[in-house]
């Protein structure tokens, strides 16, 4: 038996926007768009690659405000094939006006080689991509 995780499901306060924004950033972290209905967005690895399906769902109560450092959904992280990527996921991300928490860089406090980048979504998720690659 293989213990893959399958999809996350994540509930926002805005679909029209998430469906903006996400429609815009996943195709450049090699996501298609699984499901578009109303209320859903889901996208999955592209070219068929085996992986986790990522999807939006209209939240039905947003009276509360989502925190990456409460209990909860800390970040998301997009594992992309080179460091140019995530030097172009930056540069999308800025495009998209999102806050950038860490500019493109190394971190040394992972496991090497680790060169990534983070930022927050619309609704506060902060995401990241990342390269373990030592060069392109």
């Known amino acids: 038996m293989c213990g893959v995780l399958g999809h996350l499901g994540i509930n926002i306060a805005d679909i029209a926007i998430a469906k903006r924004y996400y ?30 399906y990522l999807f939006f769902y209209q939240a039905t109560d947003t009276g509360g405000s ?8 800390q970040h998301l992280a997009f594992i ?19 806050e950038i928490v860490h500019e493109p860089q190394e971190f040394p406090q992972y496991p090497p080689p680790y060169y990534a980048c983070f930022w927050l979504d619309p609704f506060g998720f902060l995401l990241e991509a990342v390269c373990h690659h030592d060069r392109d």
């Open 80 to 98: 992309v094939p080179t460091r140019s990527a995530v030097d172009d996921v930056h540069r999308l991300a800025l495009d998209l006006g999102s």
């Open 66 to 73: 989502y925190s990456r450092h409460r209990t909860g959904l």
């Open 23 to 52: 429609g815009a950033l996943m195709p450049s972290l090699d996501f298609d768009v699984f499901l578009d209905t109303a209320d859903t967005i889901a996208f999955r690895p592209g070219r068929d690659k085996p992986g986790t």
